[in-house]
């Protein structure tokens, strides 16, 4: 086997050396019956030629986004990824590197992850970020079970424009530690006022949650949100999942978040058909022992240079265990090197412009589709995601799309699917990838289908 | 070489991309446009400078290709180039989550498929596999322990957990609203049967037990304990971080286990990526089975659904969700890439020779270092610092000595359970030479360490790009991001 | 552009110190006129993405081998391609260096040209191998030309059984050094003999070349040849093109060739459309200073350490000048590498199963296209390459099949345009890569075709 | 740390690859079989133990992404990685070259596209793809020459070549039939005229001139010099090496020139890769377009075509073939992508800011050391050893010092007609503070130097994989390959 070196002659010897009659004499402590003496019931063993094949088999029984024109967002957005990134990420010292427990030997990791915490801080214009944890939805999650323990309440009130997958997902971490999850449901044409919550939020609370832009892609403006939290000893949670956004519109730190945390998967990362992402997660400084996750610190060595090192780890569960503040271990270390990587490509400029673009596109997709008879944008606002209403249940039409070899959208009722008023709305998002014709087919295919 | 940082590098209209200019329209931000004149504070660097940067601080890293890497419990194999190519495969990797699934028909047999293997390696009826990390596949596991309770009514918050495990397992007990009542170790490195048994009662939920465990020693016990807390109405939780030494050799539900992640970067080989992403899926028992979170993969005839909204006619209880969309399907491709690459065959070689390699550096070292438990050891061998007494070295200053002979240095002072514990995992993907090559160095090291030269092990490492580190002033004042100001 | 990294404030700045006032001042010496002041009449600067899209269109226009059953040869060979290889080859260490003219910071690339070198001695059987040539035919022509220098003659000597690439290549090289090339057209059904080539070799004979394999697929002891050569004072020179297939057929060291040289493509380097390959160049310790191409030889540094240099350089035309051994001058270092690389997880084991395998998939074939009804195999012997003669011009079945999604193989009018006598006959290849089910595939077809 | 010989690492038995057994088939290898029992002599690897092997041999490498690489007449700039993405798209990278003319209509559009920018960006009507380097792009060029004098019955054998050009110039010439004859230079580092017009004659072939020169300057006569040799009846040869001095801004067509070869792996950035592949395309003016090699693309009505025979229908008379195939498509695709990357403003940008920067780089430093030529230079700065005169310090010694201080040296020792030339060439992919960095680290070598300590000079590098090596017992008594028994 290709990646197995010991020869037989090795195992030999190597048994003689230890003093065992073989192999199975070393398993000697597993109870009787148990050790098994043949292969289990799975093919054997196969040459690269023949994995590869075989794996390509089944990845040409999808339809990719890169092969069809698509605008599927609602948490998840295609983006180019230059090069560049997936060639640093490849790179073994990177790759097969572990969690820099060495120092000495792991600077690379741990610049870069000082680099990310930096870049992460900045757009979302926080004091300090951490070194990543697994995704957008797990890092909600997270911020309200820390907003919890800081303000040692047990209510995180969670907006209706919230992502119902980082709604579960908080609910599910909730469940048992006796944290009441209280909110209000969405919907597309309520537009959310920026007291919507006010009256949820009482002295029990720990922290209020929401989106920006929302899960229907609206953006408002949280300031008063975060006073009224504020006035009642409780945090605010801005959560996003479009990181390119804050390269176009306020960033959550100018709102008075005290947490703000996301998917990071936009800069750098493949969509993947949903993972490995990367989870974005920042504070202030006052809440900084609280934050979940590694931080990565600054300091200086024997010599007096400049080094990085792993911090803070009193938080964390190898050293607290029952007591630490999550029970997160590995992050997205690999994710988070291709945000940096992109992130750093890109520059104030580029992120900028790329959000533009972003934008633009949006807004000339929502104008072609605000021409076809049976589509209506529902969205005052937005960056480069949107709402639409179609005359027809949304699922519908798109399936009639594919066969039209368009990924049209995701509709509402794959997010919501309990939620029969929600059948005929549609997320339509587009990003630098679309292009010109992209729009146009789109718009054309949802006039076939809707006439 | 100094790297600076990319915040001191940058310069103010530069920028490693070419993008069009966005055509004109009339922006819809709803009033909130990032003011023009607002910097974010990227800095701005040209594409040949983000090459160079990353390219040397890379070089300053140690990963598995750099050399041999024992660190303990975190199984360093190779990582296989076969397995990064398919993961970019078009129709894999531009895969959207939430593409109608008749267009994703291949990724859902993918999951499957993977899914299959893991049952049939564990022997297990069902799987999760949405788990982001072999910590959130603890998580998985607890939380339908607790479901399961719940459902039965039960209101069970008691769970037994080895002083010897993980930091994650007490934690995510902890995170599950169960209590941890630490069961001692026997001289042996094992579970304490009778401590166990004494510790059993109706409050107890279950165990949280890793096996192989983490001084690396098959818990012999396993059935009986098995049996014991099934007897007590408890459930039986296996940590699977050690998966990978019985992998293909016996079965975990052979042992009564109701639930055990599997931690697809050690087992099989997906990159550990300085630092994740991993993926944790968890196999269940029956009994634990209905509690599985969504979403999950079923097949019917007309194809593969994924099932991403909790319906109890199929008679299932999930406990919810777990992450957004569906799991770490970049690394179900990798640890499927691994498997077929291997077969059933070469899982059983892969274990095998873990065990091999793990036992024949613990016969060499055990010629000058203390063993911590006598026997033989499974995919890892555990030593405490009695042989370092009296020689003015720790173990963490032989570890940076080991730094300077160009390996990685093990795992140290874990687990807890030993006095400064050197836990040496050299995995099956190393050769004898290899090994050989560390055992050389390491003892040479403990004779220059017996002979009295402390003062060299306590400056080590001399060869590094950073010599040792000021933990202590990090945590004290920390800096945790670049400004201009602390530039 | 996102590959300059210079602002205008540090192009202001730089002039300044350099005393001129613009960019344009610098290039005064230019002749009156000749200076542009406008950009050239091309398509302005594009982003990664735009450019990304139009190469993937022009990919897109073409059939290649790994989207449809392949039977090509004749000089390039479809051969699985380990994963490990191409990564490898684009580690910047490697992909951004350039020739080891600092052997202190260039051990990596010299190390590894010492044991390309050692592999290609190795697997022709010879005492020494150079750093590499541009492919197998430059290399023949080269070969030739270090004859007639070694031995102060003018005259070669090709077999008909010579590529006619290699030949062409070979008369364009002498065409304009006074060296005479004689031969023997080659046909598929004139079975090369032993002694077909003896009455040509003279006293004034620099060197007879042949193919082994010859280009009609054909295998021949040249022990023989190489003693008539030797009698007469000439060399011998074999040839190859299909570098697996010294894993299963004999040297051509030893038949007591002089020089063997020949395409390396096989062996860890992709199809590419014809390029680049790498030339494989071997010969014997005494005419190693005759030999073209740069050398990476054994030394020790000033701490005694073992370490590689270039050498023998005195034979190079950076230092000859005219009296140079050969005008070459870069070689085809990475793809070298990519043989290297490649050739080394095959080990001894895996170059002789391959070539095993690729041997029993050129039977497989032959067999099943024996069975077809206007098919004709016309090799008594072959390695995974054979001659087959069609009732119908072969150019035209070859076209017929590539409109049933197959590219059958070469059809000899391809390399022999003005060669009437060829029309029928095609060359198949096999490897690794061609599955039963290709192989089925292609017999059906040309059935189809030939009914 | 050493790395061992991959002879040194193999064990027999064991492999980096599967590979399923053969089906049982009758062999039919004609009788020449290779004996099973005689060894080849190849190492046997995991593949785990070759990735560690070739990684660790590239860390003792330097190349661009390393750092500042101003090896001067090479144009070490960025290599990007999307060419090397495109290069290994499916539909380019698996194309045959013998596949039927309808299964590869954009692979001929691609190389016709790569040709139209070429001629465009030269002004030349033609070209000629097939050169696989700029040695063979020279001996393609020169016999266009000998082809176009021998179509015209003349038999001109003499070649005038400066005395400064690279020494593929004359070993080309030679290699064509023609002998060479030295023009010697001027004061200011140019063809001395008056020299060049005196040996003008009937026998004179042509000229082979290097503009920008490898001086690194341009040739101010260049006009004069392409009419003189035009009137003597011969052709004039530009050996195009330093093109990317001027690509955008001068067209080699409006200086008189027949024929240029263009290196696209110093111009159009495809990488350098340890010496090769290159890629050596040549430009022909009318007078010898028609005598360029097969193969080349034409375009008709119903597509692209290779023409890979001569035919003289269309009045063309190749000289021959000069490689195998059609040429290195592999780096056609990358300098295209290149090319469309930068665009006409990209390149004229690129060529501006490649001169800039030399200009700065001699600027800073002619203040310490000595000029080569006076004036402004092309896209490299010259300089001989004129400063470090008395000081005991060589041209080598300083350019092994520049190695420890983290930058590859620049080109020693040529062009030959300097004294212990210093030739540097900053790209212009690097930025100024990069330049200001090597600068520095000159500058304060130069005051060591000049300070007395020629002992540390003798004996740099210091911190390299190794010490300086001894070329010449190489050379004496050449091992070029590893064999047991010099193991």
Known sequence: ?451 | LEEKLIFEQGEPGRTGVDLPDPAPVKSRLGGLARAEDSAIGLPGLSEPQVVRHFTRLSQKNFGIDSGFFPLGSCTMKHNPRLNEKVARLPGIADLHPMQPESTVQGALELIDQCAHWLMVLTGMPAVAMSPASGAQGELCGMMAIRAALDARGENRRRVLVPESAHGTNPATAAACGFTVDSIPATEDGRVDLAAFEAKLGDDVAGIMLTNPNTCGLFERDVRKIADLVHAAGGYFYCDGANFNAIVGRVRPADLGIDAMHINLHKTFSTPHGGGGPGSGPVVFSEALAPFAPIPYVVKTEDGFHMVETADEKDGNKPFGRLKGFHGQMGMFVRALSYMKSHGADGLRQASGDAVLNANYLLARLKTKLSVAFPGYCMHEALFDDDFLKGTGVSTLDLAKAIIDEGFHPMTMYFPLVVHGALLIEPTETETKESIDQFCDAVLSLVAKAEAGDSEFFKNAPYLTPRRRLDETAAARKPILRWSPSNA
């Open chain 1, 1 to 451: 086997m290709r990646y197995l070196p010991l020869t037989q002659a090795d195992r030999a010897s190597m048994l003689e050396t230890i003093g065992a009659g073989s192999v199975d004499d070393l398993y000697c402590d597993v109870p009787e019956g148990a050790l098994l003496k043949e292969p289990v019931d799975l093919p054997h063993h196969q040459g690269e030629m023949q994995v590869e094949r075989d794996m390509a088999k089944l990845a040409a029984k999808n339809m990719g986004t890169a092969s069809a024109p698509s605008f599927l967002g609602a948490g998840a957005y295609r983006h180019h990824i230059p090069a560049t990134v997936d060639y640093i990420i490849q790179r073994g010292e990177f790759l097969t590197a572990y969690t820099p427990y060495q120092p000495e030997i792991a600077q690379g990791t741990l610049q870069y992850l000082f680099e990310f915490q930096t870049q992460v801080a900045s757009i979302t214009d926080m004091d300090v970020a951490n070194a990543s944890m697994w995704d957008g939805a797990t890092s909600c999650a997270e911020a309200v079970l820390m907003a919890c323990r800081a303000t040692r309440r047990k209510k995180a009130v969670l907006s209706g424009g919230l992502h119902p997958h980082y709604r579960e997902v908080t609910e599910t971490y909730c469940q048992y530690s006796d944290t009441q999850v209280a909110g209000r449901d969405g919907h597309p044409e309520h537009q959310a006022t920026a007291d919507e919550l006010d009256d949820l939020i009482d002295d029990q609370t720990a922290c209020v949650v929401v989106q920006y832009p929302d899960v229907f892609g609206r953006l408002s403006d949280h300031t008063k949100l975060a006073e009224a939290c504020h006035a009642k000893g409780a945090l605010l949670i801005v959560v996003f999942t479009e990181a390119v956004a804050f390269g176009a519109i306020k960033s959550p730190g100018s709102f008075g978040a005290d947490i703000v945390c996301g998917e990071g998967q936009s800069i750098g990362n493949a969509l993947g058909y949903g993972g490995p992402y990367v989870g974005l997660f920042a504070t202030t400084s006052k809440l900084v022992r609280q934050m979940p996750g590694r931080l990565c610190g600054e300091t200086v060595d024997q010599d007096g240079k400049r080094g990085f090192v792993l911090t803070l780890s009193t938080r964390e569960q190898h050293i607290r265990r029952e007591k630490a503040t999550s029970n997160i271990c590995t992050n997205s270390g690999l994710c988070s090197l291709a945000f940096t990587v992109h992130m750093s490509l890109l520059g104030e400029d580029g992120y900028r412009k790329l959000a533009a673009i972003n934008h633009e596109r949006a807004v000339t997709t929502a104008d072609a589709l605000d021409g076809v008879a049976g589509v209506e944008v529902v969205n005052d606002s937005f960056f480069n995601e949107f709402t639409v209403k179609l005359a027809k249940p949304a699922a519908e039409v798109v399936e009639a799309l594919v066969a039209r070899g368009i990924l049209a959208g995701v509709p509402l009722s794959r997010l919501y699917p309990n939620r029969d008023d929600l059948g005929q709305y549609m997320l339509v998002a587009a990003t630098e990838t679309n292009t010109d014709e992209d729009i146009a087919a789109l718009a054309a295919a949802l006039k076939e289908v809707l006439a």
